[in-house]
């Protein structure tokens, strides 16, 4: 099994995400009121990624949650921000039924909206190479890419 290649991306918030229609976009404690929409983001993170140890890791640095919706009202798609100064998006996931509509696309244009709106200086990520046209599209650039980002680093010891 070959592993699909990892690319570091960058995004400058310069200007709104205007003539978009924008999903839910809210802080973090907000979210976990939501009883309903936690249970179907941890359902996806364990069924369909598989990694509940690396939300683990990630959850208590979380600060933002995007939430998409379907026509019914039930979260079908979720991104979550970590957001010291920079913000990092961490997960773009959404349900396997509700792919291939534009729901990502929405996801990442909302975080992009907020992070405008909250003066962060940058947004930052990383992902498969596969999701490059996804995230070029909404105006990221790559940086570089993990394996040569690994490789730059110094030694240690």
């Known amino acids: 099994m070959t592993l699909e290649p990892e690319l570091h991306y960058f ?4 200007e709104p995400q205007t003539g978009l229609k924008l999903g839910e976009f809210l802080p973090v404690q907000d979210f976990l009121a939501d009883e309903p929409a936690c249970k179907e983001l941890w359902a996806l993170l364990t069924n369909q990624f598989r990694t509940r140890g690396k939300f683990l890791a990630i959850w208590p640095g979380v600060r933002y949650v995007a939430v998409h919706r379907d026509a019914d009202g039930n979260a079908d798609g979720f991104l979550l921000v970590t957001a010291p100064v920079n913000w990092q998006i961490d997960y773009v996931v959404v349900k396997p039924e509700s792919r291939g509509q534009g729901i990502a ?9 907020h992070a405008y709106l909250h003066r962060a200086p940058y947004v930052m990520l990383t992902s498969k190479e596969s999701l490059r046209p996804l995230y070029l599209a909404c105006g990221f650039i790559v940086v570089q890419d993990a394996a040569t980002a690994d490789a730059a680093l110094p030694a240690k010891g």
Not at 105 to 113: N, P
């Open 11 to 14: 995004h400058k918030p310069h």
């Open 105 to 113: 696309t929405q996801l990442v244009q909302t975080a992009l909206h």
